[in-house]
């Protein structure tokens, strides 16, 4: 699988947008961009995915790059709800099995 | 819609005991996972279900076992319980084998002394 760097934390204020980064640099054409964040103490949660067109669903916008070798996860009013650890995962579609969490980036939403 | 459960939420253990983790999902789901999480490391899949009747390793068989029970219920059992499997255990889910989208439990807190 396609390794990705996100950043170690990011700070974001309330009702603004949260953008988080994420470079995948060596992804290849079948592979997936997948977001997911984890609330302290909870379950990991499906937040959005995406091959190369932009994305939008309730939660978030996914923005993947022409090249495919970098996406932004956006929250576009952040709430002190939305703190959490965000994982970008790469994942080749049709591939079996386990989802690949890093270390993420802890997002603080500071009031 | 309950989404996935697991029970139980909290557990400690002496070692050498035995103990089963119920996991159970109502979203007619076909594929079932279960993973562990040790402090400040990511999730690593322990054993998975892609489909009623199916098992198969993950990264981190060793010591577990697991069940099929029907579509809706998967579990994981400990048969010797050692202080290295001290760890929060997450079970998921999704609609087939090959989707990215999983969905969580809320963990099982297991501590092994």
């Known amino acids: 699988d396609a390794k990705t760097t996100q950043p170690t934390s990011m700070d974001c204020a309330e009702g603004r947008a949260a953008n988080l980064p994420c470079n995948h640099s060596?992804?290849?054409?079948?592979?997936?961009v997948y977001w997911y964040r984890q609330i302290h103490s909870q379950g990991p949660q499906y937040i959005i995915h995406g091959l190369k067109n932009n994305e939008t669903n309730e939660m978030a916008s996914l923005i993947i790059t022409e090249d495919r070798k970098s996406s932004t996860l956006i929250l576009p009013h952040a709430t002190l709800r939305d703190t959490a650890v965000y994982y970008c995962?790469?994942?080749?579609?049709?591939?079996?099995?386990?989802?690949?969490f890093g270390k993420g980036t802890k997002l603080s939403v500071k009031p | 819609n309950a989404g996935v459960t697991q029970t139980p939420k909290f557990q400690v253990l002496k070692t050498g005991q035995s103990m089963t983790l119920q996991c159970a999902q109502d979203m007619n789901h076909n594929s079932m996972y279960w993973y562990r999480q040790d402090p400040g490391m990511g999730l690593r899949l322990i054993y998975y279900?892609?489909?009623?009747?199916?098992?198969d390793k993950g990264e981190v068989p060793n010591g577990y076992n697991v069940s099929r029970l029907n579509k809706r219920e998967f579990s994981l059992r400990l048969e010797s319980a050692a202080p290295s499997q001290t760890s929060v255990y997450f079970c998921?889910?999704?609609?087939?084998?090959?989707?990215?989208?999983?969905?969580f439990g809320p963990g099982t807190r297991l501590t092994v002394t």
């Open positions: 279900s892609a489909s009623e009747g199916t098992t």
């Open positions: 995962i790469v994942r080749p579609g049709g591939s079996q099995g386990n989802l690949i």
């Open positions: 998921a889910s999704s609609f087939s084998g090959t989707s990215g989208e999983q969905y």
């Open positions: 060596t992804i290849s054409g079948n592979e997936y």
